[in-house]
């Protein structure tokens, strides 16, 4: 190898299309070492999730098998991100290191830190962006501060966005690209079992056949919602039972597909202009939001963002938080969307804001430790959304919904799953209860219980607490911070 070889080094942009990094690498002349890293404690606060674990083994999977139909080979490492780099720029005697940069306050620090350390060394270092459609420090409102709201957030991006994105195509097949086979095999990546990525107990026995991680799975997912619940997704959205929603989310947190990606297909796909102002694209926009508000609030993972929430008196009750862990509240729409998570690693957006609802005001139970099991148990589990979520839910946040407004979770289900379908499916020993009491199963007369062989308090739980006494009790809660 007469050249000296850079590294790419892959993080939350698994593809080769659209990405920013790798195109700069390879355009940059030298072989390119593609270079992922298993680093747990580099992760900081936020060690990846079971689920997310899940996601990324076989995300890494389709990497690694896109990267050598293209000629190269991929160098799977764990430890420490600094000393690996470090490790393979000594054997290598690679002069730069590439990546996509990521937003989260614990990466951020560690991501400077190896930055300016590896310059030291000499390096030459470049990171790019190729996750948002803005960097977070670009957005600004009129008076030269972050946007806490999320309309002018948006019209304010939305007035700076061209029609197409110039995209980066992936690398050709033929070329020489790559570092070499030779180079490759003196580094000694581990195997991708070796990492451990995957449950001991097979908890995740229902993803398969929800999932394809990788980025020809997020691609064939994107072309499956445009040609069809696009059109509609504005009312379907809303309707768990139906598949309204793009599914999407965690082929964008593991950088799958790139909003720039979306935004140009959906270009691509329509006639005239009027898609950039479909409820669609301004969910993307959350996307960007959540980025935004984690750049410029970074304790807001731990902390709300409203301050006088620290002094909220959560209960915290170890029993009822078990209880809406594992979908057994006795409020069926509740319990339909944790198992929904349990079973498949995701949960539609409606019912994430019934199941957050009901966690932090009928419940008493504080939002980090909703945020805490979704952080374990989504594959999309993501800090910047999660986080927007939680506080969004628990009113503490950025432009959240008013604490004071509390969801029914009988009449969230009655309207949003009106004939049961979403209940039935995820909460079986239901099933036979007339649509009546399907969302308020305990109301179903005795004689009719018996008649179908279910008992409420039996076979299925009785409400762990009665919607009237939680939202009073959450009311209440709230009146002792109420400024
Ligand atoms: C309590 C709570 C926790 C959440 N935690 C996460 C999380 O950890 N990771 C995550 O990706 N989303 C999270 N969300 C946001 C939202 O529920 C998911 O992004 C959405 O359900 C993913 O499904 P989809 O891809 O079919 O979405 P679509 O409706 O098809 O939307 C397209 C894309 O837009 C983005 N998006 C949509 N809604 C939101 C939103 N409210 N905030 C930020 N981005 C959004 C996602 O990237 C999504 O893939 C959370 C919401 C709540 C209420």
Aim: negative net charge; aromatic residues 12%.
């Amino acid at each position: 190898m007469s050249q000296n070889p850079v590294i790419f080094w892959f993080r939350q942009d698994l593809r080769l299309t659209d990405n920013p990094g790798l195109a700069a690498a390879i355009r940059h002349g030298a072989p390119v070492i593609p270079v992922y890293i298993l680093d747990d404690e580099g992760e900081g606060d936020w060690p990846l999730g079971g689920a997310s674990r899940w996601w990324l083994h076989h995300s890494l999977e389709s990497l690694g098998q896109s990267i050598k139909k293209k000629g190269g080979g991929l160098v799977l490492r764990h430890g420490p991100s600094l000393d690996i780099l470090r490790g393979i720029i000594h054997q290598s005697r690679a002069t730069g290191v590439f990546w996509n940069r990521r937003y989260e306050p614990d990466i951020i620090k560690r991501d400077t830190r190896i930055k300016s350390q590896l310059q030291s060394d000499g390096l030459e270092v470049h990171s790019f962006n190729g996750a948002l459609l803005f960097e977070p420090w670009e957005i600004e409102n009129k008076s030269g501060s972050p946007f806490k709201v999320f309309t002018p957030f948006w019209r304010h991006c939305s007035s700076l966005t061209p029609d197409r994105y110039e995209l980066h195509p992936a690398p050709p097949t033929d070329g020489d690209h790559w570092a070499p086979a030779s180079l490759l095999s003196q580094l000694k990546g581990q195997s991708l079992q070796s990492l451990e990525l995957l449950p001991d107990i097979r908890w995740d026995s229902g993803f398969p056949e929800r999932w394809t991680p990788g980025e020809s799975g997020a691609m064939d997912n994107l072309k499956q919602f445009v040609d069809g619940a696009f059109e509609n997704y504005g009312a379907g959205r809303d309707f768990p039972a139906q598949r309204g929603t793009s599914r999407l989310s965690p082929h964008l947190h593991f950088g799958e597909i790139s909003p720039r990606q979306i935004w140009n297909f959906l270009a691509s796909r329509s006639p005239d202009s009027r898609w950039r102002q479909s409820q669609y694209v301004s969910e993307i926009g959350w996307r960007e939001f959540a980025n935004h508000l984690l750049y410029h609030f970074p304790t807001t993972p731990r902390k709300p963002l409203r301050e006088e929430f620290e002094a909220f008196p959560w209960q915290d009750d170890e029993d009822q938080y078990k209880a809406w862990c594992g979908g057994r509240t006795g409020y069926p729409i509740v319990d339909a969307g944790m198992r929904e998570l349990w079973t498949t690693g995701w949960m539609h957006n409606r019912v994430r804001m019934i199941v957050a609802s009901f966690l932090v005001k009928h419940l008493l139970t504080s939002w980090n430790r909703g945020a805490a099991w979704f952080w374990d148990t989504l594959v999309d589990a993501d800090l910047a959304s999660n986080t927007l979520g939680w506080q969004w839910a628990a009113g503490c946040g950025a432009d959240a919904a008013p604490y004071f407004r509390i969801f029914n979770p009988i009449l969230q289900g009655e309207k949003f799953d009106p004939d049961g379908t979403y209940v039935r499916h995820w909460v079986p020993e239901i099933r036979p209860i007339p649509t009546k009491y399907i969302h308020k199963p305990w109301e179903t007369p005795d004689s009719i219980q018996k008649h179908h062989g279910v008992i409420i308090g039996g076979d299925y739980p009785a409400p762990i607490v009665d919607h009237r006494e939680g939202r009073q009790a959450a009311l209440e809660a709230f009146e002792t911070i109420k400024k």
